[in-house]
């Protein structure tokens, strides 16, 4: 019982945000099965269960468009921010630490200390692999999911232009239409906001207590500080 | 602390931390695969 508290506490950010994701996505799955429903009436055709509507390429669209947006943000946020700065932004490295830094700096090969993931000790193929590899695998997710999201996406488009008696298109013709691209750009333009307006936000404005912010005094010029 | 203690507590808690991340890490790769094969399949 001890152990399963001590689990509980020591991960408390990522069961709470797993148990929102959840609870979300359960959510989004029933709002959007009845939203497919009526317009299944509407078009005087049968509706579909609840395990058909989740298994469906509808239901995958739509999970998949928001997905790859949360991971190109993190994946542009993640490199730009290694070269990008913004003065007194907590989001920010400090203004003379732009670039990769130095193999001291990020304890490296011979400069790794004994507490150092083994792959960060070990230099040569496997230390350059894992230097950059929150990057490959946030990177990885996206495109993975872009993917998804337009092979999903042509599906259906296509069940609704067979609907209207209009032709169906190739995978390729979709990736290079305006659908697609609607719906993904939607997704970036929010993302981009979102993530340059916190950087600027966070310059002149603090939460007491959050890794997010600078401490409630520091000077609006102090960058990368966190509090 | 010392670090060799630093060390062993760290070690200790890695299991405990690695069963989020391989949670996390099955949900998505088994929501982007899931989904991209239901497109594949025209579902």
Redesign the interface.
């Known amino acids: 019982m001890r152990a399963v508290r001590r689990f509980a506490r020591e991960n408390s950010l990522s069961l709470v945000f797993g148990g929102l994701f959840l609870v979300a996505l359960g959510l989004q799955s029933l709002a959007g099965w009845h939203e497919h429903n009526a317009e299944q009436t509407a078009h005087h055709a049968a509706e579909v269960s609840w395990g058909a509507y989740v298994t469906s390429s509808n239901f995958g669209v739509a999970v998949l468009e928001n997905w790859q947006s949360e991971y190109l943000q993190f994946t542009l946020f993640i490199l730009l921010t290694v070269w990008l700065v913004q003065r007194g932004s907590p989001e920010s490295k400090e203004l003379g630490k732009a670039g990769t830094e130095s193999d001291r700096a990020q304890r490296i090969g011979p400069h790794a200390e004994p507490d150092s993931p083994l792959w960060a000790r070990v230099g040569g193929f496997r230390t350059c692999v894992y230097s950059n590899s929150l990057l490959l695998l946030m990177a990885g997710i996206w495109f993975a999911s872009w993917i998804g999201q337009s092979i999903a996406g042509v599906v259906v488009f296509n069940a609704k232009q067979t609907d209207h008696n209009e032709a169906t298109v190739s995978c390729a013709a979709y990736v290079t239409g305006s659908e697609f691209w609607e719906r993904t750009l939607q997704n970036w333009q929010s993302e981009f906001l979102a993530v340059g307006s916190m950087a600027i936000f966070a310059v002149y404005l603090r939460q007491r207590g959050s890794p997010e912010s600078k401490p409630v005094g520091a000077s609006h010029d102090a960058t990368g500080v966190e509090g | 602390m010392p670090?060799?203690c630093?060390?062993a507590e760290?070690?200790a808690?890695l299991p405990?931390?690695r069963?989020?991340f391989v949670?996390?890490l099955v949900?998505?790769v088994a929501?982007?695969?899931?989904?991209?094969v239901?497109?594949?399949l025209?579902?």
């Open positions: 670090d060799f630093r060390a760290a070690g808690r405990i931390m069963v989020m949670v996390y949900v998505i929501g982007v695969v899931g989904f991209t239901i497109g594949l025209g579902r």
